[in-house]
């Protein structure tokens, strides 16, 4: 194993710690910073900055066991990548919301820029294990530590930054990632069944039916998967950032070494006990109830 390999395992494995969202150790921002619209996915409407009324003193959820069951499953789809915690314990030294009424309007909005910046960790830490772009990986874990430098500035420096500015650059890097990992994985395959036609960047995919399709290495960066039949599909090394999952049906679909998934895409989707999911992800809790 390469010097440059071990480098890149162990912030992996770091970086992957602390991007998990630890509500133990959160003031409960995404209960109170986010706005929602009563809907199929809430059963009321709630402001932004404004506490949902399920919020306990202790920042816990009153009815986190029955989300679902009481009209809240956006909350069971949400994932903040660990910038709840982070907001709470570093970026505010441990000091909440209420006990500092005066900063809640400025931890709220941090909590969005955090998110953000973790989102980007993600898919960094997961870019430099993916041996097919080894070829960038300095470049890539240069861009990793300026991010994580990033997500220790101060409350102000954080509402100040440029995250359109910092995303772009990212977002090339990632892309230089992805054509590296598909055009491998495209010169590897022999004998694999024809695949379905790239649907290609963002493409609209709502209600489709890929029931079985090859999609193996396919850009499906920012597609609208919304209610789409993806059930026995084949996913493997496609490039997945972005992609719309809502209700989409991945029952028995195999994501295996797909390209930069995330938890809030899959819990989102509606799978199965045969849906293979990489390592990094865990499988929903409520799946087991669709």
Request: hydrophobic content about 40%; charged content about 20%.
């Amino acid at each position: 194993m390469s010097e440059n390999h071990e480098y890149s395992e162990s912030y992996q494995d770091w970086s992957r710690d602390s991007l998990q969202a630890d509500c133990e150790n959160c003031f409960g921002l995404c209960c109170a910073a986010l706005p929602f619209a009563a809907s199929v996915d809430f059963a009321i409407d709630k402001d932004a900055g404004q506490p949902c009324h399920n919020l306990q003193p202790d920042f816990r959820c009153g009815i986190h066991t029955t989300l679902r069951q009481q009209g809240f499953r956006g909350c069971t789809v949400f994932d903040c990548f660990g910038a709840g915690q982070k907001v709470s314990q570093v970026t505010y030294g441990g000091q909440d919301w209420r006990q500092a009424p005066g900063t809640a309007k400025q931890m709220f909005e941090v909590l969005s820029i955090m998110r953000q910046l973790h989102e980007l960790l993600w898919y960094l830490s997961e870019a430099m294990t993916l041996q097919a772009a080894r070829s960038i990986h300095s470049e890539v874990i240069t861009a990793f530590e300026e991010t994580e430098r990033l997500t220790q500035l101060s409350p102000n420096s954080l509402v100040e930054l440029d995250m359109l500015a910092h995303r772009a650059v990212i977002n090339a890097l990632l892309l230089r990632t992805s054509e590296l990992v598909r055009a491998e994985t495209e010169h590897k395959k022999k004998n694999a069944p024809r695949r379905q036609k790239n649907p290609g960047r963002g493409a609209d995919l709502i209600g489709a039916n890929l029931k079985g399709a090859n999609l193996r290495a396919a850009n499906l960066r920012g597609a609208y998967l919304i209610a789409t039949d993806l059930r026995g599909a084949d996913l493997r090394y496609a490039d997945l950032i972005g992609a719309d999952f809502r209700d989409a049906n991945i029952s028995g679909a195999d994501l295996t070494g797909s390209i930069f998934l995330t938890q809030f895409q899959v819990n989102g989707a509606k799978g199965d006990d045969d849906t293979k999911l990489p390592p990094s992800i865990t499988r929903p809790m409520h799946w087991s109830a669709v």
